[in-house]
């Protein structure tokens, strides 16, 4: 298994957040394209929803992407959203993920995030891994990989 990548990240929360305080416990991190745009927000809110069920298994939930703080807190405020969301603007963790990847759209390419999900163990490494993800019941889908650790 492959471990998570070094990386120090500021956080929705006010802390900065590093590999070292992940361990010990499972986590979830999710990445996604950018703030409150429709398939973000429900991927978001779904995790959102689930929270409690994440929380009753010992596990944490991080969205990442690479939008500021600024835009995180506003996504947050407006869609309630109760765990915290990572900024890497410098995409240093997601390309580190192997997700900041070369997209297309209406025949133009451009880089972007591709959204991924990331389980990662008490020891660090990475459990499980979703590459072009789709948003309809994805997290519920995470859940049950969780419920298996």
């Given at each position: 298994?492959?471990?998570?990548?070094?990386?120090?990240?500021a956080?929705?929360?006010?802390?900065?957040w590093t590999?070292?305080?992940?361990?010990?416990?499972?986590?979830?991190?999710?990445?996604y394209?950018?703030?409150?745009?429709?398939?973000?927000?429900r991927?978001?809110?779904?995790?959102?929803?689930?929270?409690?069920?994440?929380?009753?298994?010992?596990?944490?939930?991080?969205?990442?992407?690479?939008?500021?703080?600024?835009?995180?807190?506003?996504?947050?405020?407006?869609?309630?959203?109760?765990f915290?969301?990572l900024?890497?603007?410098?995409?240093?963790?997601?390309?580190?993920?192997?997700?900041?990847?070369?997209?297309?759209?209406?025949?133009?390419?451009?880089?972007g995030v591709?959204?991924?999900?990331f389980?990662?163990?008490a020891?660090?490494?990475?459990?499980?891994?979703?590459?072009?993800?789709?948003?309809p019941?994805h997290?519920?889908?995470?859940?049950?990989?969780?419920?298996?650790?």
């Amino acid at each position: 298994m492959a471990k998570l990548p070094d990386f120090s990240l500021a956080g929705s929360d006010g802390r900065t957040w590093t590999r070292a305080d992940l361990a010990g416990r499972p986590a979830v991190i999710y990445l996604y394209p950018k703030d409150m745009t429709s398939g973000c927000t429900r991927e978001a809110c779904d995790f959102r929803d689930r929270q409690a069920a994440f929380g009753k298994l010992g596990v944490r939930v991080f969205g990442l992407s690479p939008d500021s703080l600024a835009s995180h807190q506003k996504f947050i405020a407006k869609e309630s959203l109760n765990f915290v969301l990572l900024a890497d603007p410098e995409k240093k963790l997601i390309d580190g993920l192997g997700a900041w990847v070369e997209k297309s759209m209406y025949g133009r390419s451009y880089m972007g995030v591709e959204r991924s999900t990331f389980l990662i163990d008490a020891k660090g490494a990475i459990a499980q891994e979703w590459r072009k993800v789709k948003v309809p019941d994805h997290a519920e889908a995470v859940l049950a990989a969780v419920r298996l650790l």
